[in-house]
């Protein structure tokens, strides 16, 4: 059987395709901090050439660049450390107590339906005396086992924490001559599609970046704000840290959340005061998800509101975790292809063979050897 020119060529492609997923299948874990890199560097690349447009050194623009990314996410880590470290012990105290005024209001409603509703509050005591204290031992040894049984993810974990800013640093410093080699490595024929994709593409993207800073400014002063009118004392760290960690969705309103309900019982041990902390939390996740997000995010970057929330599902049902993180950018990028595939596929002879504007203008044709 000979084959064509053509397949020969669809053939190569596809047996180049298939060795590259296999190699960056084989190497996923080791490619993991470089690809995180190349996301920082890609983040922090017009921070670097603004400096650099003001005399600053690329060297020291790189640096200045990675610290302050270092330094928002240590101030982040340091307002949600001293929130937990504080509350957590005094939930043994606190939460009996709140479920006891509870039982006070359920137990009368509850008997007039003539039901036998009640919160074991003994059981709960023990329960939290339990987690919080004296089985310290028995918690250490569990952590070390769960250590030794997953070290190699707790290692590439810090590894990869480590490793990614040095390697960010270093693509910083010469990432237009790396972008300028890898376009050389493109075919001469497509390199001006190939360039005009990745214009398209950076433009989509930036603009996800401009919108995702603004999503979580937004939220971090709604927060801020709701909890602060509602009496909550860490209303400022509280807020503050669900606004900046919205940008990993759904995790962290979750976190936000936990640290107002478990504030909003220490601080004012009734039901009342839980319930307009979680109410705060329950708006603000309704404006983020049906209107904040899909407009200041969908709408920069092209996505209709409902193709975000999709985009959300679907890659966290492919990909887990990580597929929310890379949800909305990746969508992006392949919003840009969809639109390129639709204006090719709408000029192709496929679409356009039969339509009306075909058939006038071949009726519009003289017939062969017509003399005018």
Request: charged content about 10%.
């Amino acid at each position: 059987m000979t084959l064509t020119p053509n397949q020969l060529r669809a053939a190569a492609w596809a047996g180049i395709a298939l060795g590259a997923w296999l190699l960056l299948t084989l190497l996923a874990p080791v490619l993991m901090p470089f690809v995180l890199a190349a996301v920082l560097a890609y983040a922090l690349h017009p921070l670097v050439e603004r400096l650099h447009e003001k005399r600053i050194p690329r060297w020291l623009g790189a640096g200045v660049a990675i610290a302050a990314l270092s330094l928002v996410m240590l101030l982040v880590v340091l307002l949600i450390v001293p929130v937990i470290t504080r509350q957590v012990p005094l939930l043994k105290e606190q939460v009996p107590a709140l479920l006891e005024r509870v039982n006070d209001v359920l137990l009368p409603l509850a008997a007039r339906f003539g039901l036998d509703l009640q919160i074991d509050v003994a059981q709960v005591r023990g329960w939290l005396r339990d987690l919080v204290s004296g089985h310290e031992s028995e918690l250490i040894t569990g952590l070390l086992s769960s250590l030794r049984i997953g070290g190699s993810a707790v290692a590439a974990l810090f590894g990869n924490l480590i490793l990614a800013p040095i390697v960010a640093y270093y693509l910083l410093l010469d990432w237009a001559g790396l972008v300028e080699r890898t376009k050389g490595l493109i075919p001469p024929r497509w390199l001006a599609t190939v360039q005009s994709f990745l214009d398209e593409t950076d433009e989509v993207l930036g603009q996800y970046l401009r919108g995702q800073l603004l999503v979580m400014g937004i939220l971090a002063v709604f927060y801020t704000v709701g909890l602060a009118l509602v009496g909550l004392k860490l209303a400022l760290p509280i807020g503050v840290f669900t606004g900046l960690a919205v940008f990993v969705p759904y995790l962290g309103f979750g976190l936000g959340m936990i640290m107002g309900l478990l504030a909003a019982v220490l601080e004012f041990q009734s039901v009342l005061g839980v319930a307009m902390v979680a109410a705060v939390f329950i708006v603000g996740q309704v404006l983020e998800s049906m209107y904040v997000t899909p407009r200041l995010l969908g709408e920069r970057i092209g996505l209709h509101p409902i193709a975000v929330i999709f985009s959300l599902m679907a890659f966290g049902h492919l990909f887990g975790f990580v597929g929310v993180l890379v949800a909305l950018p990746a969508s992006a990028v392949l919003l840009v292809a969809i639109r390129r595939a639709k204006r090719g596929y709408l000029s192709s002879e496929l679409y356009l063979e039969g339509s009306p504007s075909q058939t006038t203008a071949a009726a519009d044709q003289p017939p062969s050897g017509h003399r005018g």
